[in-house]
């Protein structure tokens, strides 16, 4: 009568450690790609917060264009321009550099963003229907609303801290919070009728998934100033 023979166990555990390495590839792999798409996710929405501020500041400009022609006490749109270049940071050859990040490679704080008047606006309330318009320019220096990006830079609206469910009939409603961007004004000339433009460094930084060191990116808008334009003709 034959004997049958089954696996030793040294069989058996070398069967166990194939299986083992094929698995943490397998989870490795997985959660490459699963950072991977998180981290296109988040790009994307940075870049769509970024140029969501980008036309905010356009609107805003072009509608003080349009006001130009029309009675001072039937514009809307000009005080806000004139606050935002009034408060822009006068850029001269001595002016600190505008960095993206703190030097510890951390995303700026509530106290420890660019000391040049940052902003985000309001773009639910740039409507001249809107009560509240004058209120749409954001202070960040120093303010309770600003803190860096827990996801991604971002403006938080509706009634939850982590939530953006809001009411789109409401044009009134103020952020709750701001994330991760900011928004600096810049003028190459100290008096505001000599520049010929201004430029608007919008900027945004976050920690993306798995990475140590954080993610910045950032556009200029530039925008020329009519009032320059029209003493120069």
């Known amino acids: 009568m034959k004997t049958k023979r089954g696996d030793t166990i040294v069989e058996v555990m070398f069967a166990f450690a194939i299986f083992a390495m094929v ?3 397998g989870l490795s792999l997985m959660n490459l790609g699963i950072r991977t798409i998180q981290g296109t996710l ?6 769509q917060t970024l140029f969501t501020q980008a036309e905010a500041i356009r609107f805003i400009h072009n509608n003080y264009i349009s006001e130009l022609n029309i009675r001072p006490d039937n514009r809307i749109f ?3 321009w004139e606050d935002l ?3 822009s940071y006068h850029v001269s050859p001595g002016s600190p550099t505008l960095n993206l ?3 510890d490679n951390r995303c700026p704080d509530r106290d420890t963003l660019p000391n040049a008047r940052p902003f985000v606006l309001n773009y639910r309330q740039l409507n001249p229907g809107a009560s509240s318009i004058s ?4 202070r960040l220096k120093g303010s309770d609303l600003y803190e860096p990006a827990a996801l991604f830079p971002r403006i938080l609206f509706g009634g939850q801290p982590d939530s953006n469910i809001i009411d789109v009939s409401n044009t009134n409603i103020a952020p709750g919070g701001v994330e991760g961007i900011w928004v600096i004004a810049t003028r190459h000339h100290g008096n505001h009728d000599d520049n010929p ?4 460094h919008i900027r945004a930084c976050w920690f993306m998934p798995g990475h ?3 993610s910045t990116i950032g556009t200029v808008v530039r925008l020329y100033n009519p009032t320059h334009i029209r003493s120069s003709v």
């Open 78 to 80: 000009t005080n806000l």
């Open 212 to 214: 140590r060191i954080p």
């Open 101 to 103: 990040t703190r030097i």
């Open 197 to 200: 433009f201004y430029d608007f």
């Open 135 to 138: 209120n749409s320019i954001i």
């Open 42 to 47: 988040e790009l994307t929405m940075a870049r």
């Open 23 to 25: 698995a943490i590839i």
């Open 85 to 87: 270049v009034i408060n």
